[in-house]
């Protein structure tokens, strides 16, 4: 089989157009991935909408979503072994399945990671609110959302070296934030039950049927809200040093750590439930569950770091985005390409995608405040890219890919294991994409989550037809070996 590479070479140059830097350790790798899931903060503000879905059942989301998640992960820490390349998912489309196939994955991972970044954003007002006492109007919330995005695109303005050092503390501080926070509900709630409620449905469906529609339908979103994201441990391999070896272990490594720490802090919520009865009326179960066992204080100090750690969540999903942005950029795949492609000259940044990324990201704010419906029709966009990502790569490896070893190889276990990521992928995005009026509500007369995927289709079918089609017939016209890559 015959892969094609990408238009322009990732590069380490001087000339600041195309140009990233290898500047990153693979810690800081980890850590960059690991922030951009933010467990603590997703969990903490969506946890009571799963919890009013199926109870405490929706552990068993965590499970199932999380353990599909580790095949994922398998399969891009493969990828980001043989090509570190950044705009990872773009990338590795284009290589495995040509560039017409890598433009239209990217084209809507890209519109995908844009709304979860909007998303993530209003994440901060959930801590913020109670915290301040504020009375969270609509104004209040848009406000404390453009904070989050101006410390999002400050701080990738300083470059993946800074920013990866930030990032180490943001491991530091989540983990011990599920590590004390646990312990503390452990050791001191007030209330314990065996870890047998993780059968009880908390009166939220009374037959098999019930649940499980109530489990697809909402108990399993918390799960499927959260996790993900791993692919930009391979998206930041080309500025990570050793990028063949090391970025394959921060993928994996940040879906092992979110995983566990996750798993381990979910249970710990559900077995301290001060009231079974009245938990769902409350809104706010972890922070209600915190409180009981460290005093009011100690809920307040949850808020803040929560407050802390939603800050560096937004500052790593910027950092994927610009890196998406940069590299379709790169390879003029965009419209102002030239522009989007430069780097700063002092830190390396790509600051061109960083403006861009702050100001479109900007323009979603108003449109929607309902965390919960902004998040899932992001999310559902991404899956849609996610789906046809792994349907590529189970293209190319039934065409007999990879055909050269690299430092991670999956073996004989990839074809089997990206067979599942495909049913995962496509489960999820039919599942996202129903038009339910608790998660997928209709907005002027379609679902929410149709709108967010229709609008870029739309848009990318005209410029495709009129920039990049003929771009790419030039290509193959003027240079037809141009690019000939080695078989993976």
């Not at 773009?90 to 990217?106: D, E, H, S």
């Not at 844009?114 to 504020?134: D, R």
């Not at 503390?169 to 314990?192: K, R, S």
């Not at 937004?314 to 003029?332: E, N, P, Y």
Request: proline share 5%; net charge positive; hydrophobic share 55%.
């Amino acid at each position: 089989m015959t892969e094609t590479a990408p238009l322009s070479e990732p590069q380490v140059a001087d000339d600041h157009h195309g140009a990233l830097s290898r500047k990153l350790t693979a810690f800081g790798n980890l850590a960059i991935t690991y922030s951009g899931v933010g467990a603590a903060a997703g969990i903490f503000s969506l946890f009571g909408f799963s919890l009013g879905f199926s109870g405490a059942t929706m552990v068993w989301g965590w499970v199932l979503v999380g353990l599909l998640w580790g095949v994922m992960s398998l399969l891009f820490a493969e990828l980001s072994s043989h090509y570190p390349y950044a705009g990872a998912v773009y990338q590795w489309c284009a290589i495995l399945g040509g560039r017409k196939v890598g433009w239209w994955v990217g084209w809507i991972y890209l519109f995908g990671i844009l709304f979860v970044l909007t998303g993530a954003y209003f994440v901060l007002p959930v801590a913020v609110v109670p915290l301040l006492g504020l009375d969270g109007s609509e104004a209040q919330l848009v406000a404390i959302a453009v904070i989050a995005l101006l410390v999002a695109a400050g701080c990738n303005a300083t470059g993946i070296a800074a920013l990866g050092r930030l990032n180490r503390y943001g491991v530091v501080l989540e983990l011990g934030v599920f590590t004390v926070v646990t312990l503390l509900v452990v050791i001191f709630a007030p209330h314990h039950r065996s870890l047998s409620v993780v059968t009880n449905t908390l009166g939220t469906s009374h037959d098999a049927g019930g649940w499980l529609r109530n489990f697809l339908g909402g108990g399993i979103f918390v799960s499927v809200w959260v996790l993900g994201l791993f692919e930009n441990g391979g998206t930041l391999g080309e500025e990570t040093i050793d990028a063949q070896r090391k970025a394959p272990k921060a993928v994996l490594g940040a879906w092992a750590v979110t995983f566990v720490s996750g798993l381990a802090f979910i249970l710990a919520i559900l077995t301290a439930i001060p009231d079974l009865g009245e938990i769902n009326a409350t809104g706010t179960p972890v922070q209600d569950v915190i409180s009981a066992a460290a005093n009011d204080k100690g809920g307040e100090l949850y808020l803040v770091l929560i407050a802390c750690i939603t800050l560096l969540a937004c500052t790593a999903i910027f950092a994927g985005a610009v890196r998406h942005l940069f590299s379709m950029a790169r390879d003029g795949m965009l419209p102002w390409s030239p522009y989007l492609s430069r780097t700063a000259t002092r830190t390396g940044a790509p600051i061109g995608a960083i403006v861009v990324i702050a100001v479109v990201t900007s323009l979603p704010l108003a449109a929607s405040r309902t965390i919960e419906v902004l998040v899932t029709g992001a999310v559902a966009v991404l899956y849609v890219a996610y789906f046809l990502m792994t349907s590529v790569l189970l293209a190319s490896r039934v065409k007999g890919w990879p055909r050269r070893p690299a430092p991670f190889s999956l073996g004989r276990w990839g074809l089997p294991l990206t067979l599942v990521a495909v049913v995962f992928t496509a489960a999820m995005m039919v599942n996202l994409m129903w038009p339910r009026a608790a998660t997928n509500p209709h907005r002027a007369g379609l679902p929410v989550a149709w709108w967010l995927l229709g609008a870029p289709l739309i848009v990318g079918i005209g410029y495709y037809l009129a920039v990049v089609a003929p771009k790419l017939r030039r290509a193959r016209s003027e240079q037809p070996q141009l690019h000939a890559l080695n078989n993976g």
